[in-house]
């Protein structure tokens, strides 16, 4: 009979090397990482490995979230969680997880480090006896809840072949509550595991991460492009959209009088009213222009009075947020802004361009000129926002606007007729 504390049983064996292979499937795929951890979890179970509980935790590239957690549970438990940036200089108690990282940042500065044999370390508390429940109270409640061993991996993601400085990665728990813990072959088979299993959430992390960089920054559907290989120099597509430009009136003079945290934190609330109602409705933000921004409906298969009506609901909500952060801002004393709208409708040439090294994925074209030359009329007008003819055909509510006669645009040959909402 053989010996669990000596080698693995052959069924175990087996299936451990399949969960293997399906973990190296899983890297080249760039497999959602729930998925991943959660398969993972579930196939350690099945080749009899008595996992009770396991837990992921890892870095991430992302505007509001400095790392997330990934709880799976026997009962059939799981759950997400998502920290804010500043969470991990904010933990407030004693954590094996922490003090882990902590010895394995120590570990990454040596330069040799990252020719090591191994370089996940692991750190074992064997609950049942006692081992760390008086320094972490985390591990104390496992215990109380039935845990007897628990092992704790850390996972980094160097870059260029180096560990230093070691911030991004990721942290592994795995629990069990089998009396005597987890045999010894079976920890040496996790161990062994877990640098695949590193390498297959790693890849599903890094696509994450590109798609939040790349849709954070180039907005969403112009980050998918770029990511599916649409960065070719001079590749463009004639599409039909409304057009929304916006601008915050009063900006530069406030840029002059303001503290640089103050008036950073200022723009990006306004931005925030303005950018939030587009996309909420489908809109895509392609740029932000210093104190404005420049967004478009695409009509593609919708129908574009349908489109319409939705940019200029999307236009009306950033005109009552930024109404509504006024009013805040001037009961507190605080200076203010206005916000200047156009809408227009037409064809514009979507795609790359720029030089051979530096690309723009953006909309050039005659309606893209004329929308902000339209924004500029807003306060010659004294209205805060200016329509285009086009627009208010396409969206065929004319009851919706009063003319505001015609109005001489720069850089175009003959007077347009411009709408206001009425």
Same mark, same amino acid.
């Given at each position: 009979?053989?010996?669990? !504390?000596? #080698? /693995?049983? #052959?069924?175990?064996?087996?299936?451990?090397?399949?969960?293997?292979?399906?973990?190296?499937?899983?890297?080249?795929?760039?497999?959602?990482?729930?998925?991943?951890?959660?398969?993972?979890?579930?196939?350690?179970?099945? #080749?009899?490995?008595?996992?009770?509980?396991? %837990?992921?935790?890892?870095?991430?590239?992302?505007?509001?979230?400095?790392?997330? =957690?990934?709880?799976?549970?026997?009962?059939?438990?799981?759950?997400?969680?998502?920290?804010?940036?500043?969470?991990?200089?904010?933990?407030? @108690?004693?954590?094996?997880? %922490?003090?882990?990282?902590?010895?394995?940042?120590? #570990?990454?500065?040596?330069?040799?480090?990252?020719?090591?044999?191994?370089?996940?370390?692991?750190?074992?508390?064997?609950?049942?006896?006692?081992?760390?429940?008086?320094?972490?109270?985390?591990?104390?409640?496992?215990?109380?809840?039935?845990?007897?061993?628990?092992?704790?991996?850390?996972?980094? &993601?160097? $870059?260029?072949?180096?560990?230093?400085?070691?911030?991004?990665?990721? @942290?592994?728990? /795995?629990?069990?509550?089998?009396?005597?813990?987890?045999?010894?072959?079976?920890?040496?088979?996790?161990?062994?595991?877990?640098?695949?299993?590193? !390498?297959?959430?790693?890849?599903?992390?890094?696509?994450?991460?590109?798609?939040?960089?790349?849709?954070?920054?180039?907005?969403?559907?112009?980050?998918?492009? +770029?990511?599916?290989?649409?960065?070719?120099?001079? @590749?463009?597509?004639?599409?039909?959209?409304?057009?929304?430009?916006?601008?915050?009136? =009063?900006?530069?003079?406030?840029?002059?009088?303001?503290?640089? =945290?103050?008036?950073?934190?200022?723009?990006?609330?306004?931005?925030?009213?303005?950018?939030?109602?587009?996309?909420?409705?489908?809109?895509?933000?392609?740029? $932000?222009?210093?104190? =404005? /921004?420049?967004?478009?409906?695409? &009509?593609?298969?919708?129908?574009?009075?349908?489109?319409?009506?939705?940019?200029?609901?999307?236009?009306?909500?950033?005109?009552?947020?930024?109404?509504?952060?006024?009013?805040?801002?001037?009961? !507190?004393?605080?200076? +203010?802004?206005?916000?200047?709208?156009?809408?227009?409708?037409?064809?514009?040439? %979507?795609?790359?361009?720029?030089?051979?090294?530096?690309?723009? $994925?953006?909309?050039?074209?005659?309606?893209?000129?004329?929308?902000?030359?339209?924004?500029? /009329?807003?306060?010659?007008?004294?209205?805060?926002?200016?329509?285009?003819?086009?627009?208010?055909?396409?969206?065929?509510?004319?009851?919706?606007?009063?003319?505001?006669?015609?109005?001489?645009?720069?850089?175009?040959?003959?007077?347009?007729?411009? &709408?206001?909402?009425?």
């Amino acid at each position: 009979m053989t010996d669990r !504390a000596d #080698a /693995l049983p #052959a069924a175990t064996a087996a299936a451990l090397a399949g969960l293997r292979r399906w973990l190296g499937n899983q890297a080249l795929m760039a497999g959602p990482v729930q998925d991943v951890a959660c398969g993972f979890a579930d196939g350690l179970l099945a #080749a009899g490995i008595p996992l009770w509980r396991a %837990y992921l935790s890892a870095t991430t590239l992302h505007p509001e979230m400095e790392a997330f =957690g990934l709880i799976w549970t026997r009962d059939g438990g799981r759950e997400r969680e998502e920290y804010g940036h500043g969470s991990w200089g904010r933990m407030a @108690s004693p954590s094996p997880i %922490y003090e882990a990282v902590l010895a394995a940042r120590e #570990a990454a500065a040596d330069p040799a480090a990252a020719r090591a044999e191994d370089i996940v370390p692991l750190t074992r508390y064997r609950l049942e006896r006692g081992e760390g429940v008086d320094r972490f109270p985390i591990l104390a409640e496992f215990r109380d809840a039935g845990a007897t061993d628990y092992l704790c991996f850390i996972i980094p &993601f160097g $870059f260029d072949g180096t560990l230093h400085p070691l911030r991004t990665g990721a @942290s592994v728990t /795995l629990a069990t509550d089998r009396p005597g813990g987890f045999a010894e072959a079976e920890v040496r088979a996790l161990d062994d595991l877990m640098p695949v299993f590193g !390498a297959a959430i790693r890849a599903g992390i890094d696509l994450a991460a590109f798609r939040t960089v790349l849709g954070t920054y180039l907005g969403r559907d112009v980050g998918r492009r +770029v990511l599916d290989g649409e960065i070719r120099r001079g @590749s463009v597509e004639t599409i039909s959209a409304a057009i929304l430009v916006g601008d915050l009136r =009063g900006f530069t003079a406030l840029a002059d009088a303001l503290p640089q =945290g103050q008036l950073v934190s200022m723009l990006d609330d306004y931005l925030d009213a303005l950018a939030t109602p587009v996309e909420a409705r489908g809109g895509q933000v392609l740029k $932000f222009m210093g104190d =404005g /921004l420049l967004a478009t409906f695409a &009509f593609a298969e919708d129908d574009p009075a349908e489109t319409c009506g939705r940019t200029l609901a999307a236009a009306t909500e950033a005109l009552e947020r930024i109404a509504a952060i006024n009013l805040r801002r001037a009961e !507190a004393g605080a200076p +203010v802004m206005s916000l200047d709208v156009a809408l227009h409708a037409g064809d514009v040439l %979507y795609g790359n361009v720029g030089s051979g090294q530096r690309l723009d $994925f953006t909309i050039i074209g005659p309606a893209v000129n004329e929308a902000a030359r339209l924004e500029h /009329l807003c306060g010659a007008l004294g209205v805060p926002m200016v329509v285009s003819r086009r627009f208010v055909e396409t969206l065929a509510a004319p009851q919706l606007f009063r003319c505001l006669g015609l109005q001489t645009l720069r850089g175009v040959r003959a007077p347009v007729e411009v &709408f206001t909402p009425a």
